[in-house]
């Protein structure tokens, strides 16, 4: 369903490319602190992902890696450079479900917004919630799931926006290895299926590999690209094989991290304990 790409820049006026993809030129973005003083959050990035891309995005805490999601689906503007996208659904890094609503018409909220009638909505989103491990907490409410529950609801109701780009913020980090592992799974699937162009911001290098089709490493604040990392890897790929071990090197050295350093600055990096059994990175 091919939808016009909506250019946006503070200044300068665009052209559209015709496609659903996104693409960042020289994009910057800055904050004012409490004190007045600039927090430079990204600096000059340039990133491009075409239509039915996963590109994902690594880069140490604060780096700029919510800011970039946030221009992409339009909640902030850059300061300076352009930024270019189709309509682009955003999971926030914490979830934000609506404590009054059940789990299933959380997932549903944004079918509900689109104008499609409440039962359709729920049916809709219901279809999805076997699918996830949800199943029987269709009428619970937020305080009454689990962490990991709470952020697949998220998820689901991301991906039943419709929209042709998705901004996934740390989808999986709450989640435990083996659920996380069923997960990267099942977006790979989902996304066979029904192709979107995803930006995925992840603490965890392998996950980057195992999904995406390019990786996108930033430098510490203020957020450069350091490295593009191509993944041209059949699908689905298995974090054990040797080509993703190779790879999620070279991201790490990108990151200028050894394993050991990326685990003490909080990276996952796919060495940690547990993974042997090809469950995915410890939480
Ligand atoms: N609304 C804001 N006002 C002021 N500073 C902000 C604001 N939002 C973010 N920042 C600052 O911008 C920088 C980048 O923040 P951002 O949330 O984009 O980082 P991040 O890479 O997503 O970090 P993390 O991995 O911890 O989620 C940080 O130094 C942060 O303190
Ligand atoms: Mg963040």
């Avoid at 700029?64 to 450079?81: F, H, V, Y």
């Avoid at 990991?148 to 039943?160: N, S």
């Avoid at 099942?186 to 392998?206: C, F, Y």
Wanted: with cysteine; glycine share 8%; charged share 20%.
């Amino acid at each position: 369903m091919p939808t016009e790409l909506q250019p946006r820049a503070p200044s300068t006026p665009q052209i559209a490319r015709a496609n659903d993809g996104i693409s960042l030129s020289d994009v910057s973005r800055a904050y004012r602190d409490q004190r007045g003083a600039s927090v430079q959050a990204l600096a000059s990035v340039s990133l491009h992902a075409d239509h039915g891309e996963l590109l994902a995005v690594v880069g140490p805490s604060g780096c700029g890696k919510t800011t970039l999601l946030e221009l992409i689906c339009g909640l902030q503007s850059p300061d300076r450079g352009v930024l270019q996208c189709s309509p682009a659904a955003l999971m926030p890094q914490r979830d934000l479900l609506l404590p009054w609503l059940s789990a299933l018409d959380n997932a549903a909220l944004a079918l509900r917004i689109a104008g499609l009638p409440r039962a359709e909505a729920r049916a809709r989103a219901a279809e999805l919630f076997a699918e996830l491990g949800l199943e029987g907490f269709e009428a619970a409410h937020p305080h009454e799931l689990s962490g990991g529950m709470r952020q697949r609801v998220a998820f689901l109701r991301t991906l039943l926006s419709g929209k042709p780009v998705l901004c996934l913020d740390e989808p999986f980090g709450a989640l435990d290895a083996i659920t996380r592992a069923e997960m990267q799974a099942w977006l790979g699937r989902a996304l066979e299926r029904e192709p979107r162009t995803v930006v995925l911001v992840t603490h965890d290098v392998e996950e980057a590999i195992v999904l995406a089709d390019r990786v996108a490493v930033l430098s510490p604040r203020p957020g450069r690209l350091r490295a593009e990392i191509e993944v041209d890897l059949p699908r689905p790929r298995s974090r054990t094989d040797a080509a993703v071990i190779a790879l999620r090197e070279r991201a790490l050295s990108a990151l200028g991290l050894g394993a050991a350093a990326g685990q003490e600055m909080g990276m996952r990096t796919g060495m940690d304990s547990g993974t042997a059994a090809g469950m995915g990175s410890a939480p």
